[in-house]
Nanobody, 120 residues
Framework: QVQLVESGGGLVQAGGSLRLSCAAS????????MGWYRQAPGKQRELVAR???????DYGDSVKGRFTISADNAKNTVYLQMDSLKPEDAAVYYCHAEVPSGRLFPDYYWGQGTQVTVSS
């Protein structure tokens, strides 16, 4: 069982920055990937960014060039640096991990979510 604990959300003005952290209870080096999704009221949950085993990164189109995902394997923590924030970035941000299970399909884990609010 893996636990994901997010932190770093809050209120920021448009154009500002925030850094989210996701601390995992397991060894993230062994994870298939870790990433961030977000969900705004009335909208579907969408991919923000993920980092795949080996270091490859993948971003949602709306955040490319503004957000950066990184991982500190020693701390089992993934970060999301969010710059040039826009009001439309406001959402609950969820940490997500895909972990090998030893069975046919991997296990998936979600954090509890952290609120990001961007004022215009």
């Amino acid at each position: 069982q893996v636990q994901l604990v997010e932190s770093g959300g809050g209120l920021v003005q448009a154009g500002g920055s925030l850094r989210l952290s996701c601390a995992a209870s397991g060894t993230i080096f062994n994870f298939n990937y870790m990433g961030w999704y977000r969900q705004a009221p009335g909208k579907q949950r969408e991919l923000v960014a993920r980092i795949i085993s080996g270091g490859t990164t993948d971003y949602g189109d709306s955040v490319k060039g503004r957000f950066t995902i990184s991982a500190d394997n020693a701390k089992n923590t993934v970060y999301l640096q969010m710059d040039s924030l826009k009001p439309e970035d406001a959402a609950v941000y969820y940490c997500h991990a895909e972990v090998p299970s030893g069975r046919l399909f991997p296990d998936y884990y979600w954090g509890q979510g952290t609120q990001v609010t961007v004022s215009s």
